[in-house]
């Protein structure tokens, strides 16, 4: 007697392989010892949050007793909150916002299914660039719309602007990125999305009605050689940005997050009241209040993202060595190697048998790649270097 809806069924059986070699990865563990098991599956970042949250948490924790000090709040988060991070945003982001124009959210996650909730009828379809994060198809799914990939350029993984154009249609109703991207580590460049962004105003007035551009970027602080990921909100009147706490303060678990609209948006207090609501009805109700109170105290705060470029660097040569195909990352802390043999499923099996744990490309929509999450200690790159150059000997 089937309990669970047909959907959510199919969910199961499709499980991300993210969370599917995670698991797996727990078993080896516990078989042969964490120490002897090399896992890049989770992008799950082993760096300690900065001093200032911990200082955060205990001036947090010495306030606890007080009246309300665990309450509700509006359902977009602290008022006075909405105004520190808008000006910490309008110098990252390049442009002047105000609290008027900034959100607080659970997590990116809740961020994005907020934002769908609020601008997407049944039927209508999202846009994304592939290879791609694999939940955005479950978050567009659970608005009644339809994620469309549409694949980058495979020689750099920057957008094909001519195959989106090719893909938009009257039923188009946003274009989801990620910069710097999961899972390949690509910035798209100020060009690039000055281009997507007169594409988008241009089809927009051709169906009379705004096509948005969601720039889902929680990777933003993690760029390499001096880079700077562009803002999209000067570009663009219907353009988001989206981020968190998770990967620059290693608080994935604390679930903060927030959307920032562009102040060229005439309707914006229609959409700050649309995404007030939705924060509420999608059972978010606010922003977790202890995430917010950190934020309060350690914004501006990164962990050290020398230690990624090290990290970084040591992958590099290892995947090197063994002879692999890469594109370098620009940012983010992943690679997506090409798969040796070219099934990708297959050779991440092959990992297995040298205790790596991987994700094969065919979870991000793009297959004979593979992805490598490279936020683990130096030693377990250098120790698993061995094991890597053994598999695509095997394959090659």
Known sequence: MAILSEKVTGYLENASWIRRMFELGSQLKAQYGAENVYDFSLGNPDLPAPQAVVDGLKEIASQASEPFAFGYMPNGGFPWLREKLARHLSAEQNINLGADEVILTNGAAGAINSFLRAVVNPGEEVITIAPYFVEYGFYCENHGATLKPVPANPKDFMP?????????TPATRAVLINTPNNPTGAIYSAQTLKALARLL???????GKPIWLISDEPYRFLAYDGQQPPSILPLYPYAVAISSLSKNMSLPGERIGYIAISPRLKEKAELMAGLT???RILGFVNPPVIGQQILARAIGSNVDIDIYANRRKAMAETLRDGGYEFV?????????????????VAFVKRLLEERILAVPGSGFGWPGHFRLAFCVNENVIRNAAPGFARAAAALA
């Open 160 to 168: 094909d602007l001519a195959a989106l154009e090719s893909a938009i």
């Open 201 to 207: 105003e241009n089809k927009s007035q051709e169906y």
């Open 328 to 344: 370098m990352p620009q940012g983010a802390f992943y690679f997506f190697p090409k798969a040796p043999g070219g099934d990708d």
């Open 277 to 279: 609501l939705t924060n």
